[in-house]
């Protein structure tokens, strides 16, 4: 992240908190139109520049009719006032109506909202609305641009009735008085309005000025730009859990000054500050803008959470800083080199230092703890620093250096660990404790990470550790430590982290039994959400479950005393921790219909919602959820939801169609036509059909890629040398699937002459490409001899320019060549070339590739059983890396094994296996090989039905998908099996 643009991005936090102040009663209806259009309308114009908007309307007022005692009014006054400065203080915005009525004054204050005020301000015999106007003024220190006062025109009020004008002569001078008092501070104010729709034209256009201003439209959000920030506001929301630790900062710095080692390993405990330290350091070095600093929290988010979306973080931030375009790769499994690539560039300029906190968090698929996803051989001026709770299984070829954080790095036993805890108290301004209720926290077994001791502390603090108004009381000084004895014993007697949250939850739900509903469905909510809740949608959620109007005062406490436990990210409420996320659903576990019950309620409240980032996400999630799969494909299929969805998390939304396909919600032929059609609509945009079409190759649609690959390329031909190059291969590469090889052999030609002579780097890169698919091309046409005069010309750009990878490519398909020219000895020897670069550069998914290719050589040869294990290490590497691609295609490869060996029974289990695979990921032209396959197994079993079924369901994909070739080959062999049922001897010929 450039250090210009987050500081930028730190003084103008993506966050427009309101606050409305007015008197009650006489204000009702204003407040509600206000909510229904201005703030309605102001809520959209957020969500399109990447700004969460909250308004806080307490709607403060007491009936005294409906008061029992004065013992309760007094508690309730004394609650309500100290809300609403809190929320004034969260806030960044304020409005003030005034009318014509004063407001309810209370008559009991606290002494801590007394303390507020000197004796000039003082706030007894004043309103509520006056104390906030009051507050936000002089103790808040708002800036007057952040302030709007509007005044209702008199004859308005007395329009409305007698109940809407204060009838009392002093609260008249007072009500004058304040007026004046506002006008006065010469903020912007709206005067005289006459009816709520002036009300409400006055205050959308105070806000839409603050809005272009601080976030103008033309500048509208990048989201892969804003979930960047994301891990920035969390990094500087982690500094309140830190204090700084000058050794471990200059370890660090120490660190990366080296030039020998480009990897670092941080290792510590749940709770030992990891994150903490992290997240201070790098922001510390950030602001230093001496490197490009990336700074990525593994589970902050669901998409955080899985390698592929940490990289895709990494190259858009690396792209993003340098003024490079960013172009994700077709394969995700193509993003380690394509950050190897980044960084190599990127690294000649400036040091890059990338920060990745947690990847124990990892959605592995195989559980693994290894770092297989990480691009080898890094360049000399890139330091990585990655923490983990559990232990590193692999490193591969990374010349790693490992730190473990133990317990004492932070907080050893004594006085270290004590001092913390008397100076995290002194922060959020609580009396002590005494030295033995210190004691006590800083011996417990969890004591010696900070999370524990702030979620303690933060605990006590809400639930027990407050001022007392009257401290000299011996008697009650005495009553207090005993109280607080309870309360500290309560929290420390926890064995874990999940039973410590299992008390703070039940320490809420005693204060009432509507803080115990809040509690209960704001953390349901929350924790079925996929992404978070902004506090208004949590409100509405709550609200609509216990079917009554919950209000922010209603909600202030618990939020307060939940707060620590949640992330917060720019807004957005979720849980994260996994402990915390076991004590929920221990503490509030609920059945299926229950659980569809709370989707259902999110589900409806993004219904209602526009087409937003917040609704691209969260509304997706809860139809697949929910088993909503027809209205999961209407939604995704609308262009702009596609093509959001596309720029934010293409790989979510590929699963989500592949999801579609498996579950039978759609058929084929519908996604086909339904995008065809929408190509069409839009043939004018070319960023929406070059995502398009990599959309559609991905899915096995390479007749409809073709067709929009070719309009791009008949349009841009004279227009954009980029975007014509990038189609003529992409193009090039749906032929090659369709098995026109004269076609993408002329177009990669095409590629190539555009790029010749070549001018730079990217240039040159694009030339070895082009001459490697040439080459490949070449093979499959037979025409191998060709194929080497191509790869002689890849292999030398790549050794000239260090393109690691082109060269680990180029050396498979030169094996691939010498085994079509019987030249087995060399095709081995190329094919060790290309596994020595690819363990070298940690590139998995090539050495997967080049064992694979060395099983083919090593069964042509006649060696079956060796192919077989060579075969088995090259599935294990694809169940590592997720490559189920490369699995299918490894089960078919050892099913021809057994094929060759007549052993039909094992070949044809391996076959079945190979199908499941390609219906789970919905790989289409792999399932049309796996059902040709199996229909050669059952035809070698002599069971020539259950063969021709399997044969048809091949030409049925071929047919829909238009695979001509692999269409012929099948024919064939259901003719042949109809000849065999008829008991013609021919049919064995045929």
């Known amino acids: 992240m450039n250090a210009d643009v987050l500081q930028n991005y730190n003084q103008n936090d993506r966050e427009v908190n309101i606050f409305i102040s007015s008197t009650f009663l006489d204000m009702n209806n204003d407040r509600d139109f206000l909510k229904n259009k201005a703030f309605l309308q102001l809520a959209e114009i957020c969500e399109n520049r990447g700004v969460i908007l909250t308004v806080v309307d307490l709607r403060w007022g007491v009936n005294t009719d409906e008061i029992d005692s004065e013992n309760e009014t007094e508690k309730l006054e004394k609650k309500v006032l100290d809300v609403c400065f809190d929320r004034i203080d969260r806030c960044n915005y304020f409005v003030g109506i005034l009318g014509a009525r004063y407001g309810y004054i209370p008559r009991h204050l606290s002494s801590h909202i007394i303390e507020l005020f000197d004796e000039k301000s003082s706030p007894i015999g004043r309103s509520v609305t006056e104390l906030e106007i009051i507050y936000a003024t002089r103790k808040k220190g708002l800036n007057q641009d952040n302030m709007l006062f509007c005044l209702r025109d008199d004859d308005y009020s007395k329009s409305l009735g007698a109940d809407f004008i204060e009838h009392n002569n002093e609260n008249r001078q007072k009500l004058k008085e304040l007026c004046d008092y506002v006008k006065r501070y010469q903020p912007h104010f709206i005067e005289g309005y006459k009816n709520v729709h002036v009300l409400n034209k006055g205050i959308f256009e105070f806000f839409k000025n603050v809005l272009d201003r601080r976030f103008p439209a033309p500048a509208a959000h990048d989201p892969n730009e804003l979930y960047s920030l994301t891990h920035y506001f969390y990094a500087l929301r982690q500094r ?3 204090e700084k630790n000058d050794l471990l900062h200059s370890e660090l710095n120490q660190f990366i000054e080296k030039k020998d080692q480009t990897l670092l390993v941080l290792e510590g405990a749940i709770g030992s500050g990891k994150s903490s330290l992290l997240a201070n350091w790098g922001l510390s070095l950030l602001e230093k803008n001496t490197a490009n600093v990336i700074l990525h929290f593994v589970g902050i988010s669901s998409q955080s959470t899985t390698w592929q979306s940490t990289l895709r973080h990494m190259i858009y931030e690396l792209c993003f800083d340098n003024g490079l375009p960013f172009l994700m790769p077709e394969n995700e499994l193509d993003l380690p080199m394509l950050l190897y690539q980044t960084l190599q560039t990127v ?8 920060v990745i906190d947690g990847i124990n968090k990892f959605e592995f698929e195989n559980g693994t703890t290894d770092l297989f996803w990480l691009p080898g051989n890094l360049p000399q001026n890139v330091s990585i620093i990655i923490s983990t709770t559990a232990p590193i299984e692999q490193f591969y070829n990374h010349d790693a250096c490992k730190f473990k954080l133990g317990h004492e790095a932070f907080y050893a036993r004594g006085q270290q660990r004590d001092e913390f805890i008397k100076q995290y108290l002194d922060k959020i301004q609580f009396r002590e404790l005494s030295k033995q209720q210190i004691s006590k926290i800083s011996n417990h077994h969890l004591a010696s990470t900070p999370k524990f001791l702030v979620t303690i502390l933060e605990s006590l603090s809400l639930f027990g550790l407050g001022k007392r108004d009257s401290p000299e009381s011996t008697e009650k000084n005495d009553d207090y430590k005993y109280y607080l004895d309870s309360e500290l014993e309560y929290y420390i007697s926890s064995n874990s982290y999940v039973e410590l949250y299992e008390r703070i939850f039940d320490k809420i739900e005693k204060f009432s039994q509507e803080s115990k509903e809040i509690l209960r469905d704001g953390l349901r909510f929350i924790f079925y959400s996929k992404d978070g809740l902004a506090e208004e949608e949590v409100l509405h959620l709550i609200s609509r479950t216990t079917k009554s109007e919950i209000m922010y005062i209603d909600w202030q406490p618990v939020y307060l005393s939940i707060a620590n436990l949640l992330v917060n990210n720019s807004g957005l409420l ?4 996994e402990a915390i996320r076991q004590a929920v659903q221990k503490k509030y576990a609920i059945g299926k219909d229950s659980e569809l019950a709370y989707r259902q309620e999110i589900l409806n409240y993004f219904v209602r919602n526009r087409n937003s980032t917040r609704k691209l996400q969260e509304y997706a999630w809860q139809l697949s959820q929910l088993g909503y799969n027809e209205k999961l494909f209407r939604y995704l299929k609308q262009r702009s939801v596609f093509h959001d969805f596309w720029r934010l998390d293409p790989i979510s939304l590929k699963k989500y169609f592949v999801f579609l396909i498996n579950s039978k919600a759609i058929y084929l032929k519908d996604i086909a036509e339904h995008f065809a059609k929408l190509a069409k609509s839009n043939s004018k945009n070319a960023k929406f059909l070059e995502s398009l079409s990599i959309f559609l190759f991905d899915l096995g649609f390479y007749e409809h890629a073709k067709e929009i690959q070719e309009d791009l390329i008949n349009q841009f031909k004279t227009k954009d040398k980029n975007i014509y190059q990038r189609t003529l291969r992409l193009l090039a590469n749906s032929e090659l699937r369709l098995g026109n090889w004269s076609n993408a052999y002329r177009y ?22 082009s001459y490697g698919n040439q080459a490949i091309v070449l093979v499959k046409m037979g025409k191998s001899k060709r194929a080497l005069e191509r790869l002689e010309k890849q292999e030398n750009i790549c050794k000239d320019y260090h393109f690691y990878d082109g060269l680990m490519k180029c050396y498979g398909t030169y094996a691939n060549a010498f085994i079509q020219l019987r030249k087995l000895k060399e095709a081995l020897e190329y094919q060790h070339e290309q596994e020595i670069l690819a363990k ?30 060579t075969h088995e290490q090259e599935r294990e590497i694809c169940l590592k890396i997720g490559d189920r691609y490369g699995l299918q295609a490894s089960y078919g490869n050892q099913g021809h094994i057994f094929l060759k060996r007549g052993m039909y029974i094992e070949a044809l289990s391996l076959y079945l296996r190979q199908e499941e695979i390609c219906m789970d990921i919905s790989e289409m032209w792999g399932l049309q090989n796996a059902y040709f396959n199996i229909g050669v197994a059952y035809t070698r079993l002599k069971n020539p039905l259950k063969a021709a079924d399997f044969i048809s369901k091949c030409i049925k994909i071929c047919v829909e998908l238009h695979y001509k070739k692999d269409l012929r080959k099948a024919k064939i062999l259901l003719f042949a099996l109809k000849l065999l049922k008829l008991g013609f001897k021919s049919a064995k010929k045929a």
């Open 240 to 242: 309140r859990y830190y």
């Open 748 to 769: 990669y030609k095409k590629q190539a002459s555009i790029v010749t002579p070549a001018v730079c780097l990217d240039d040159f890169n694009s030339l070895q490409k």
């Open 574 to 577: 979720s849980i994260r921790e």
């Open 347 to 354: 690294s000649k300029k400036r040091r890059v230092v990338i």
């Open 840 to 869: 070298r550069m940690n590139d998995l998914k090539d050495l997967h590739i080049s064992l694979g290719n060395k099983a083919v050589i090593l069964q042509t040869l006649g060696k079956f059983e060796e192919a077989f294990r």
